[in-house]
């Protein structure tokens, strides 16, 4: 028996068209407007979301790209007369492509191997003409990025800007140099790490609206999606979010910074091992304590930055990192890879976008920490994929046609180096699929991650399992602990521990050979209350 986790969407998406009358495209909207927004039924799902599915053949396509874009921007993006719908059509429209460096300077470079790692130029120019279409005139766009302006002219920026008549820049000055009308400050209330963030203007500013588009690529951090896209608006060495834990980030203004931080972080990322996040015991500076800085900098960020819409332009998507991966060449040893991927995801909550870009890039969302901390902080409703509202955008349907998740298959594998498991005796290729199995029942600490827990049942590994597998569980004081395993109709076929343990970390191992492949449940009583995990066995 075998689980094929490396499929993307093919040709599964609902489809609503030739059963609805009026496209959604052929809204009635007022012909004169004062303000502009998305569509109505985006503003009335927020937690929703959307996914449209493109039709272009290859990635150097640049009519067809823009098209995507364009046909994209005519669904979503509509005039109202209706201030609570939208902003007014005088304001500033800021577009965060990601724009991050492209490594021009590697041996092998070239502009097509290059493509997957910015967001698509083309595409991005659609999405332009549309908005507009709607009145808002070419010196009201502005494209901000903190990174290599060198590699603007590459990506196509500069020629598109050109073409749009936009205001696209990259401006790499260190943020405390930047005169007071470059950059906008922003303050962070209850930031974990800044207290301040000062952002490329017009970012942030107040006549404006933010449209966030970035790319299905995998990352070191995953799949670098919205969330993190979003760092990139930030100021020269306030962005450098990926700074080892511990490091106070040089060129930032330490007032700036939340005292205390670096602990607060520790004491954050020990509770979330005991918790159970996936990977976080990791060790070294690349582990899973890094991440927990990381992701906790991210997080102040997008609580401060709000966006109009946050979009995944995945017409193609990338593996590997940058230029880097598992193909055959010569850059570092190995390239990345693009695939057609035709699809565009897209959402009012960008970590819920983000969310759904994860699985479907083949990678189980629960493993991902960041997801962990975001429902934490009360940014995401969910860590659970199936729990989100999902919905096929057919711009030629009346209305979005609500969609389960069960339906989209996952046709190729987007690979990454996120928090590689090459410790305690577990060995994974550099590059690999972060698709072991999570447990998203109802009875799981990681979907309770921040409230009071009196023990922890946590992660198993490896799952799915074919011989052994290692079972960790923590007791807050001595007292009596029960592990057995229940088949799904209830049973105990095992009982692991049945004893009294002294407080602390207990690891058992259970040797799953014996039982037919099937889903069994590992239940964890201590104290008067249980704990369950999920086992999957396959041979």
């Not at 094929?4 to 969407?9: A, C, E, L, S, Y």
């Not at 809204?27 to 927004?37: D, E, K, L, N, V």
């Amino acid at each position: 028996m075998t689980i094929n986790r490396r499929k993307f969407i093919q040709s599964s998406l609902l489809t609503g068209a030739g059963l609805l009358a009026m496209p959604i495209k052929s809204f009635s909207y007022p012909s004169a407007t004062s303000h502009i927004g998305v569509h109505p039924f985006i503003l009335q799902n927020p937690d929703a979301v959307f996914i449209m599915k493109t039709n272009v053949d290859v990635k150097t396509n640049a009519a067809a790209l823009k098209s995507a874009g364009l046909n994209f921007g005519k669904s979503v993006f509509v005039g109202t007369n209706n201030a609570s719908e939208g902003y007014p059509i005088t304001h500033k429209v800021v577009i965060k492509p990601n724009l991050t460096c492209r490594n021009s300077g590697t041996a092998g470079y070239t502009i097509e191997k290059s493509m997957g790692i910015v967001t698509d130029a083309h595409f991005v120019e659609g999405i332009i003409e549309r908005i507009k279409e709607l009145g808002v005139a070419a010196n009201q766009f502005y494209i901000r990025e903190v990174n290599c302006a060198s590699d603007l002219a590459d990506g196509g920026y500069v020629d598109m800007a050109a073409r749009t008549g936009i205001d696209c820049q990259a401006i790499g000055t260190h943020a405390l140099d930047l005169q007071p009308s470059q950059v906008v400050w922003k303050d962070v209330t209850n930031g974990v790490w800044f207290k301040k963030i000062p952002y490329l203007w017009p970012v942030n500013a107040p006549d404006t609206w933010l449209l966030n588009i970035s790319k299905f690529k995998a990352h070191g951090m995953g799949m670098t999606l919205c969330a993190k896209n979003l760092q990139g608006t930030i100021a020269m060495d306030y962005q450098a979010h990926c700074t080892s834990y511990g490091d106070i980030m040089p060129g930032v203004d330490k007032a700036h910074l939340v005292s205390g931080a670096n602990t607060t972080i520790q004491n954050n990322y020990d509770r979330h091992v005991a918790d159970g996040i996936p990977r976080w015991d990791r060790p070294d500076d690349g582990g899973g304590l890094w991440m927990e800085t990381w992701a906790s900098r991210c997080l102040d960020n997008n609580s401060v930055t709000m966006a109009g819409l946050h979009i995944i332009e995945g017409v193609y998507g990338r593996d590997g990192n940058f230029l880097t991966g598992p193909h055959s060449g010569t850059i570092d040893g190995g390239e990345a890879n693009d695939f057609m991927t035709n699809f565009i995801i897209f959402g009012k909550n960008q970590f819920h976008v983000d969310n759904i870009g994860h699985y479907l890039a083949g990678h189980e969302p629960g493993n991902f920490g960041l997801f962990h901390l975001a429902k934490e902080r009360g940014m995401a409703k969910t860590v659970n994929p199936n729990n989100i509202p999902l919905f096929n955008w057919d711009p030629a349907a009346s209305l979005p046609v609500s969609a389960e998740l069960s339906s989209f298959t996952r046709e190729f594998p987007l690979v990454t180096y996120y928090l590689q498991r090459d410790y305690d005796g577990q060995t994974e290729e550099k590059w690999h699929m972060v698709n072991e199995y999570f447990d998203y029942g109802p009875v799981d600490v990681r979907e309770t991650i921040g409230e009071s827990h009196d023990f922890s049942l946590q992660q198993i590994y490896p799952n799915p399992i074919q011989t052994n597998t290692k079972i960790n569980f923590t007791i807050p004081r001595n007292g009596h602990v029960s592990v057995e395993i229940v088949n799904k109709m209830g049973q105990v076929i095992d009982v692991l521990v049945n004893q009294e343990l002294n407080s602390g970390t207990h690891t058992v191992n259970w040797n799953g050979s014996n039982y037919p492949s099937d889903l069994y449940i590992c239940r964890m009583q201590f104290g008067g209350s249980a704990e369950t995990r999920k086992m999957v066995v396959l041979h």
